[in-house]
């Protein structure tokens, strides 16, 4: 059984006031931590004050980028070490905002991925296909691409602390959400190749969320496919209602 993961992922949105008085309003909220993780992952400069926020509760805090240096002249970059040090336990890696705006390549996402895993960081690795790209039936391909890049040089123990966020750029902010068919069939398709590549134990464990505005009217649908294992929640995390809609959709 794997154990359902929603993750909110606030982008460049909030000052540090308004992001402790989400987390505030997150912190009044009640689920069952057994059966729903729940993250959030504000921007670096309201790190410290979201966690202060969420002490005490199940709500774990994650980063929304890293570098994958340790340390050195990269101005304006953060490394693992740094997201760990402010009370993170994941990092979300490869989002496609990355990937279009700042030119993340596959290798850099390997990266990134390779040196989370140096500390006790969950990275959250997203992939997904462009508008264009699924019309002209690419998206196996482009999946299969940025999966093997992504997983490229980790054994099976760091596969497995993985956690894959399948995000149709599509559907990202645009309120056009996949069909659960859609987000199905590419879940599946992905956890077929993990299988591929490390067998039974890592890809039956593997976590697969979906992401693509998804919101509390939508999420149980998406939810109740057999390989969807989470969301990852962009618009609808920001306000706190809307985002617990969805950690307690059934
Ligand atoms: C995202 O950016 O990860 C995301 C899924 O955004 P939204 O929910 O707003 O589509």
Same mark, same amino acid.
């Given at each position: 059984?794997?154990?359902?993961?929603?993750?909110?992922?606030?982008?460049?949105?909030?000052?540090?006031?308004? +992001?402790? =008085?989400?987390?505030?309003?997150?912190? $009044?909220?009640?689920?069952?931590?057994?059966?729903?993780?729940?993250?959030?992952?504000?921007?670096?400069?309201?790190?410290?004050?979201?966690?202060?926020?969420?002490?005490?509760? +199940?709500?774990?805090?994650?980063?929304?980028?890293?570098?994958?240096?340790?340390?050195? +002249?990269?101005?304006?970059?953060?490394?693992?070490?740094?997201?760990?040090? /402010?009370?993170?336990?994941?990092? #979300?890696?490869g989002h496609?905002?990355? *990937?279009?705006? !700042? =030119?993340?390549?596959?290798?850099?996402?390997?990266?990134?991925?390779?040196?989370?895993?140096?500390?006790?960081?969950?990275? #959250?690795?997203c992939?997904?296909?462009?508008?264009?790209? $699924?019309?002209?039936?690419? /998206?196996?391909?482009?999946?299969? *691409?940025?999966?093997?890049?992504? !997983?490229?040089?980790?054994?099976?123990?760091?596969?497995? $602390?993985?956690?894959?966020a399948?995000e149709?750029?599509?559907? #990202?902010?645009?309120?056009?959400?996949?069909?659960?068919?859609? =987000?199905?069939?590419?879940?599946? !398709? #992905?956890?077929?190749?993990?299988?591929?590549?490390?067998?039974?134990?890592?890809?039956?464990?593997? *976590?697969?969320?979906?992401?693509?505005?998804?919101?509390?009217?939508?999420?149980?649908?998406?939810?109740?496919?057999?390989?969807?294992?989470?969301?990852?929640?962009?618009?609808?995390?920001?306000?706190?209602?809307? !985002?617990?809609?969805?950690?307690?959709?059934?």
């Open positions: 059984m794997r154990k359902r993961i929603i993750a909110g992922n606030w982008k460049m949105n909030k000052t540090v006031s308004e +992001a402790a =008085a989400l987390a505030e309003q997150l912190a $009044r909220k009640n689920h069952d931590a057994d059966l729903v993780e729940v993250v959030v992952c504000p921007p670096f400069t309201s790190l410290a004050a979201v966690r202060d926020a969420l002490k005490g509760t +199940a709500i774990g805090l994650g980063a929304q980028n890293m570098h994958w240096e340790k340390s050195g +002249a990269y101005t304006g970059e953060i490394s693992a070490e740094m997201v760990v040090s /402010t009370g993170c336990r994941y990092v #979300i890696i496609s905002e990355r *990937r279009q705006y !700042f =030119a993340e390549s596959d290798e850099m996402v390997n990266r990134k991925i390779l040196a989370a895993l140096q500390t006790e960081l969950t990275p #959250i690795v992939v997904g296909e462009l508008l264009d790209e $699924r019309q002209s039936d690419q /998206t196996e391909i482009v999946i299969n *691409r940025q999966v093997r890049g992504a !997983f490229a040089h980790l054994d099976d123990v760091q596969a497995s $602390r993985v956690v894959l399948y149709p750029v599509w559907a #990202i902010g645009t309120g056009q959400v996949a069909t659960p068919e859609q =987000a199905q069939e590419v879940h599946a !398709f #992905i956890r077929s190749l993990i299988r591929q590549m490390y067998g039974d134990a890592v890809a039956d464990g593997l *976590r697969i969320q979906y992401g693509g505005s998804m919101k509390a009217s939508n999420a149980a649908e998406l939810l109740r496919q057999p390989d969807v294992d989470g969301g990852l929640i962009g618009g609808a995390s920001l306000d706190a209602d809307s !985002f617990w809609g969805i950690v307690k959709a059934e």
